[in-house]
């Protein structure tokens, strides 16, 4: 039934995504994010849903291109595009070339769709919208994992969809800590006091699922968004008193195997699983030196590979970190410009906060800038220990900062409060 139900759903929206692309867009976004079809038993469960989504996305902006946005010149968005041709070289010159083909064509498309997002969302409504749809896919492992963590008292780990970005629990951890802060966006600008209050719900319950995944490293990267977030919000009374009362009331609630693996942090030397991260790291550092500034391809979790670069060549394991994978994926040139797409992106945040600080009408942009820089921190002191680096959702979050830096200008340029064409 649910495979029926599914691809109803799917088949049934394509009249309306050709007849408007933008609406294409939130279905990939739940499709390819939440990963629906990983809760199916039939035919469903492979059918390639968000892939057709895609194409008769693309359609539809060809069949109505006149009402697409420009591409911004924005410098975040050409650090992306370059990102994106960049991750296309290393592939040439890999230790495996024929393995290569799969990751390369995965993160293509994760990055493509990020980038037809910069020419569909064109107003506040629509940005509003995709925010939801980023937040519900996400947000849906974070009600349900909450619930299941409470009700077990945190005896099991809570885990992602199979066969997806965020199956394993570390990333399904950091994908609902990139999460929280969009919630509370949306809980500071819906109409409605009981969406208001179910995104709170949310919110708290992303926070109990992302403690319930026993992820060591998505620990270290809650309490760092948590103090962001406190940071970074208007409204510091509430977000305050709940920092001050879960991080507590986790620790003595959840059971003792869970304390002992929080408090292994401090112990890394003696764990096996941290040291084997270590040793993935020195990996993809030989390797970036040794074949600078290209890198080695997507696949280096091989024999051959760590008989070669790694102190310890028996103990294989992939790099466990944004910045060590793309390090010896794509080499320093990829690091480079992996690096510079999120700060400028930080710093599209910071101009957008700066500048409509005491605006009243722009609150709202404010806001969302605000809580896409504390999502930004959750990933980079999350991503430090897990590898994430292709999933959607960050990028979507820098997507999110390039649209809303573009209609801030417009709606300043339309009060004649800066000059037009002019860049801060």
Known sequence: MRDLILTALVFGSIPFVLRNPFI??????????????????????????????????????????????????????????????????????????????????????????????????????????????????????????????????????????????IADNNALALALIITVPLFRYLQLHSDNRWVSRGCVVALVLCVVATIGSQSRGAFIALAAMSMFLFVKSRKKGLIGL???????????????SWTERMTSILNYQQDASAMGRINAWWVAWNVAVDRFPIGGGFVL?????????????????VAHSIYFQVLGEHGFMGLALFLLVFWFAWLNGSWIMRTTKSKQELLWAYDLAAMCQVSLVG??????????????????????????????RQELEAKALVPKGVLA
Not at 246 to 255: D, E, H, N, T
Not at 301 to 317: G, H, L, M
């Open 24 to 165: 294409g867009l939130l279905f990939w976004v739940w499709l390819s994010i939440m990963n629906p079809h990983r809760f199916t038993w039939g035919f469903a469960f492979s059918m390639p849903f968000a892939q057709i989504i895609a194409i008769c996305t693309l359609a539809g902006m060809v069949m109505h291109a006149k009402k697409l946005a420009s591409f911004p010149a924005d410098r975040v968005a050409i650090m992306l595009v370059l990102f994106v041709l960049w991750l296309g070289v290393s592939p040439l010159f890999a230790f495996h070339p024929d393995k290569e083909w799969f990751y390369w064509e995965r993160a293509f498309k994760v990055q493509l769709m990020v980038l037809v997002s910069l020419l569909l969302v064109t107003d506040r409504r629509q940005l509003h919208w995709l925010t939801w749809a980023l937040a519900l896919s996400i947000g849906f492992f974070g009600i349900k994992g909450g619930l299941f963590t409470i009700l077990t008292s945190g005896a099991h780990r809570v885990w992602g969809p199979a066969q997806s970005f």
């Open 242 to 256: 709940f920092i001050l009362l879960a991080l507590p009331i986790a620790w003595y609630s959840m059971p003792e």
């Open 301 to 317: 979790d091989s024999a051959e590979v760590f008989q070669r670069y790694a102190p310890d060549p028996t103990n294989i394991k």
């Open 379 to 408: 990933y980079a002191v999350g991503g430090a220990f897990l590898s994430l680096t292709y999933f959607d959702l960050p990028y979507y979050i820098v997507a999110i900062l390039i649209v809303l830096r573009r209609l801030v």
